[in-house]
């Protein structure tokens, strides 16, 4: 799954001279000793007060696949004033589900039902995007219109583990590979039409898109195989198709070149996150949300000799990282200038507030691995509390 997971460091004991507004309001944070993770940012049109993101996390809590209103209170607990959030991956169509109890927003049922979800965020102040995904070979039959296979870049088989059974997809037709870029920019269209600001495509974590650009996934011979240039080709005419369709000023991308998760990996990733930045500055996208090299198997991080700073200092927009990180090292990579913007997964589902327990530097509500995936409408989900 694509759920981010920061490890856990002792907090540093360090207090600032803080001046926070409206502490009770989440209203803006602001210091007299600015902590760089705090600090305001312009990211394209949109002002914000901090670069604490909310990292798209799979809760499995849309039953039927329509976000429930049981999402309001939780995407709404985790907005601030100039805060930014982005939505859990949300299915294009029928055939991108992976998972039980995932978001679509390719029916109208689905748009109206994130309505009330999104005008929640905007109360109070964020700004908020949909994260738009195509599960691919990640899936099962159980999951697919009509109990078919799961379509995919190739027909190579996942492994299967006792978690999840996975059912052998079927190669896409080059001739079918336009209907699926149509499918995002309909998803993209449906995700504006819902109250979002913008949409982030899902191109990480070794779902359909990340499938198509991994030379250890993608066998494939056509035009969408073979060289950097072809395996990259889907996932820029999708983000062609989506700017086109919404602008590229509400639009960023997630991508994990180093990740080999749900086998799927490369044989040179630096080249791969090198040649996707570059092509990504002639759309010009809003952002790039990167992740780490050190997770590279797993959600928990590992030394690494590999780093985002080439892609960091090649790419035009906002450059949003993720994994791992904690407080200190997010207000490390702000301050070295390694990132724009530092995304949370774990912590900010274990602590609503994250933001202004930052700017606080109070002690973080411990996170329960096992209720981040369950169906239940409360526990695990709304229930953590915050500082006051």
């Known amino acids: 799954m694509q759920l981010h997971k920061d490890r856990t460091k002792p907090l540093e004991i360090q207090f600032h001279n803080l001046s926070i507004m409206n502490l009770n309001t989440d209203a803006a944070l602001t210091t007299s000793d600015p902590i760089p993770l705090l600090t305001p940012y312009k990211m394209g049109n949109f002002n914000l007060s901090h670069r604490v993101v909310l990292a798209p996390l799979t809760r499995m809590r849309s039953y039927n696949n329509v976000p429930q209103p049981i999402a309001i209170n939780y995407y709404a607990q985790r907005a601030s004033q100039g805060g930014f959030l982005i939505a859990e991956a ?68 996942l492994t ?26 309909i998803a993209a269209r449906n995700a504006i039409e819902a109250g979002f600001d913008g949409v982030e495509i899902h191109g990480a974590h070794g779902y359909l898109v990340d499938q198509f650009m991994k030379d250890k996934v993608n066998d494939r011979t056509d035009e969408y195989g073979g060289s950097l240039e072809n395996r990259c080709r889907f996932a820029l005419q999708v983000v062609e198709a989506v700017a086109n369709e919404i602008g590229a000023d509400k639009l960023g991308i997630r991508l994990s070149p180093f990740a080999e998760y749900a086998e799927s990996g490369d044989s040179n990733p630096n080249a791969l996150g090198l040649y996707m930045v570059n092509a990504l500055n002639k759309y010009n996208i809003l952002y790039c949300h990167m992740v780490e090299p050190r997770l590279i198997h797993t959600f928990d991080p590992v030394e690494t000799p590999h780093s985002l700073e080439p892609m960091r200092k090649a790419f035009n927009g906002t450059f949003m990282v993720a994994g791992g990180y904690n407080r200190q090292d997010g207000i490390k990579a702000i301050a070295e200038n390694r990132a724009d913007l530092v995304v949370y997964g774990r912590w900010f589902i274990s602590n609503p507030d994250l933001p202004k327990r930052f700017a606080l530097n109070a002690p973080l509500n411990k996170y329960n691995r096992e209720t981040f995936y369950s169906s239940d409408p409360v526990i695990g989900y709304t229930d953590y509390p915050f500082l006051e």
């Not at 994130?114 to 070979?137: E, L, T, Y």
């Not at 001739?175 to 149509?182: G, Q, S, Y």
Request: proline share 7%; net charge negative.
């Open 160 to 185: 299967s583990n006792e978690e999840q059974q996975f059912t052998a997809p079927r190669r896409l037709r080059t001739d079918e590979i336009p209907d699926i870029v149509n499918d995002f920019k």
């Open 90 to 157: 949300t299915g294009v169509s029928d055939t991108a589900q992976g998972y039980p109890n995932t978001p679509g927003v390719w029916t109208k049922d689905q748009v109206e039902a994130w309505k009330p979800i999104v005008d929640a965020v905007h109360a109070k102040g964020s700004v908020f995007f949909c994260q738009i995904w195509h599960a691919g070979r990640v899936s099962n039959s159980i999951y697919q219109p009509n109990g078919q296979a799961p379509i995919s870049s190739t027909d190579k088989s």
